[in-house]
């Protein structure tokens, strides 16, 4: 995706730091419709294009003390995008399937739905197994998943090396894949749930 960058980038990157909303307001009309316009490659329905054009800017103006430390907004606004739309993906995905689950609970006559009682053996299986993971690795898996953040952020709030995060969440993933695998039934549905896993 081709993109400009405003020529007093620099400055505006500090005042929005410092808290200035005029600078904020510069920066978000500037920048809107290229945020929009990666956003819309997803296909999305138009209220959530427009929902989650605005999250991005929300997640810049609510963490804009990590501006002081930006050399190049033009990648910062990329990776927060690629994130924003990432979890919403990822949440979708999940709610759709609990959404799925619930209705399922509350029609007698699919109460013993094969599908529904492996989802569920999964969900378990995968909270016991981010459970044995090293206190370290669990905390990073965790902030991921749970808060959604982004390499840089995570090693920001533990003040550990980017490179250091990404170790120990590759490792925490890959444990938990395999303890799903080594403990759930063969299933289609047990691909399924591995694939929530696939982009963290």
Do not use: C
Not at 72 to 86: D, K
Request: hydrophobic content about 40%; overall charge negative; charged content about 25%.
């Amino acid at each position: 995706m081709a993109i400009q960058i405003i020529h007093n980038e620099k400055e505006l990157l500090f005042r929005i730091a410092e808290g200035d909303r005029e600078a904020f307001k510069e920066l978000y009309n500037f920048y809107f419709p290229t945020v929009q316009g990666y956003v819309a490659l997803f296909q999305p329905v138009r209220n959530e294009l427009d929902e989650l054009t605005q999250d991005v800017f929300v997640k810049i103006w609510e963490k804009r003390h990590y501006l002081y430390g930006v050399d190049s907004f033009r990648s910062y606004l990329f990776m927060t995008t690629r994130n924003t739309v990432l979890n919403y993906l990822r949440s979708r995905k999940v709610h759709q399937r609990a959404k799925d689950l619930e209705e399922t609970e509350q029609d007698p006559a699919n109460n013993d739905s094969e599908d529904a009682l492996l989802y569920k053996q999964y969900y378990y299986i995968a909270v016991e197994a981010i459970e044995k993971l090293p206190e370290g690795r669990r905390k990073v898996l965790k902030m991921s998943i749970d808060q959604g953040l982004s390499l840089d952020e995570i090693a920001a709030q533990l003040n550990i090396s980017r490179s250091g995060v990404k170790k120990q969440l590759y490792a925490a993933t890959a444990f938990v894949r395999q303890y799903l695998l080594d403990h759930g039934e063969m299933s289609v549905i047990l691909f399924l749930f591995l694939s929530l896993f696939d982009q963290l």
